[in-house]
């Protein structure tokens, strides 16, 4: 079945440092891929997506680009801010099931220092 | 409604008693999913919904869980004679099936504490 794994954290950063959180995935078809974030006590927020290999979805200066050769969608950020502080999920929907069920990582769990 | 309204926000039951979760998912969305998000176990599907039939039930973890939803609206997840492993935030979202692609909106959770 579909899978995703995504690195564990929880990540420590400095302000304006350089993140980069992996994520990898198993699926059958060709996934759409996503992230989404967790604030503090708020919703799960869709982050950014992209649906096909070599798509690269941004939002807030976050970026990920779908590698379909390493099956990878790594998100990056290349100044975080204490505001990015929140929990990241890796998620993929291979439409072949349960309309657009997603499958989720683990979650990162960032946190930025001023 | 804005977005989608999860109740309550917060349940504590006692172990054996039953729980009813609710979601109100986005007007005009048909499709409605409920996820748990549990400690050690991250974020699993539970049930699907597209309209008012549920044609995926893969997730559900025993048959003290059940879901409806009528009207292709409200959605209820019910959990009968609830334990302590049930303990967890239960996540419900709704989208547009339009497309593989479709964004879900998230419900911002029932967290149920079992004692």
């Known amino acids: 079945g579909d899978s995703v794994t995504q690195m564990e954290g929880p990540v420590t950063l400095s302000e304006e440092a350089f993140l980069t959180i992996n994520c990898t995935y198993t699926?059958?078809?060709?996934?759409?891929l996503f992230w989404y974030v967790q604030y503090p006590g708020e919703g799960l927020q869709l982050l950014l997506k992209?649906?096909?290999?070599?798509d690269k979805g941004s939002n807030k200066g976050f970026e990920a680009t779908y590698r379909k050769e390493t099956t990878s969608f790594h998100l990056e950020k290349g100044s975080v801010q204490v505001s990015d502080s929140a929990v990241y999920f890796c998620?993929?929907?291979?439409?072949?099931?349960?309309?657009?069920?997603?499958?989720f990582g683990g979650g990162t769990r960032l946190m930025v220092k001023p | 409604g804005a977005g989608v309204s999860q109740s309550p926000s917060n349940k504590v039951t006692e172990k054996g008693k039953d729980v009813e979760l609710r979601c109100d998912p986005i007007?005009?969305?048909?499709?409605l999913y409920w996820y748990r998000q549990s400690l050690g176990q991250g974020l699993e599907f539970l049930i699907y919904?597209?309209?008012?039939?549920?044609?995926?039930k893969s997730g559900l973890p025993s048959d003290r869980f059940s879901a409806e939803r009528t009207g292709g609206s409200v959605s209820t997840l019910t959990i009968q004679r609830t334990q302590q492993e049930d303990s967890a935030v239960y996540l419900c979202?709704?989208?547009?099936?339009?497309?593989?692609?479709?964004?879900?909106?998230f419900g911002q959770g029932t967290r149920l504490t079992v004692v």
């Open positions: 699926a059958t078809g060709y996934p759409s």
């Open positions: 919904f597209q309209g008012n039939s549920a044609p995926d």
């Open positions: 992209a649906t096909k290999a070599d």
């Open positions: 998620a993929l929907s291979d439409g072949n099931n349960a309309g657009n069920m997603l499958t």
């Open positions: 979202a709704s989208s547009l099936v339009e497309g593989m692609n479709t964004e879900a909106f």
């Open positions: 007007s005009g969305h048909t499709a």
